[in-house]
């Protein structure tokens, strides 16, 4: 896709320079207006392919390429954008399973003294009437 037909398919003059923030209101507003899941089961096959256009459109007008945008471009740029890592070499696992010991702790210890407490008040109760107290 060339950079042209980039900026037309979002609304904008074909030799223009938008900013950042028009691409992306742009692209929310075309989204929003041709999302396939807004139109009926007939129409969802030419909503889908108008949707891809103007994700690829999109994906080209970030990429700040003036010439052709390809899809191997496009592809590049979901893969680098996924998920990033804030912290690649840190790795702090004991601090982040501390709480989860302290609440199995917690809920053994207080459960074992449910148990005794219970324990001794039905022995108080009937010492002779439940055949496995002693």
């Given at each position: 896709?060339?950079?042209?037909?980039?900026?037309v398919?979002?609304?904008?003059?074909?030799n223009?320079?938008?900013?950042?923030?028009?691409?992306k209101?742009?692209?929310?507003?075309?989204?929003?207006?041709?999302?396939p899941?807004?139109?009926?089961?007939?129409?969802k096959?030419?909503?889908?392919?108008?949707?891809?256009?103007?994700?690829?459109?999109?994906?080209?007008?970030?990429?700040?390429?003036?010439?052709?945008?390809?899809?191997?471009?496009?592809?590049?740029?979901?893969?680098?954008?996924?998920?990033?890592r804030?912290?690649?070499?840190?790795?702090?696992?004991?601090l982040?399973?501390?709480?989860?010991?302290?609440?199995?702790?917690?809920?053994?210890?207080?459960?074992?003294?449910?148990?005794?407490?219970?324990?001794?008040?039905?022995?108080?109760?009937?010492?002779?009437?439940?055949?496995?107290?002693?």
């Amino acid at each position: 896709m060339q950079g042209d037909e980039a900026r037309v398919l979002l609304g904008f003059p074909p030799n223009s320079r938008p900013t950042l923030s028009q691409v992306k209101a742009a692209y929310k507003s075309k989204v929003w207006e041709s999302h396939p899941d807004l139109f009926p089961a007939y129409e969802k096959p030419l909503a889908d392919s108008k949707f891809k256009l103007i994700s690829e459109a999109y994906a080209c007008l970030l990429s700040g390429a003036r010439g052709n945008c390809s899809t191997s471009d496009m592809y590049t740029q979901v893969v680098r954008s996924g998920v990033p890592r804030a912290y690649p070499g840190r790795r702090n696992h004991t601090l982040v399973q501390i709480p989860f010991l302290l609440i199995v702790l917690g809920a053994v210890g207080l459960g074992g003294f449910n148990a005794a407490r219970a324990y001794k008040k039905q022995k108080q109760a009937c010492p002779s009437h439940h055949p496995f107290l002693p």
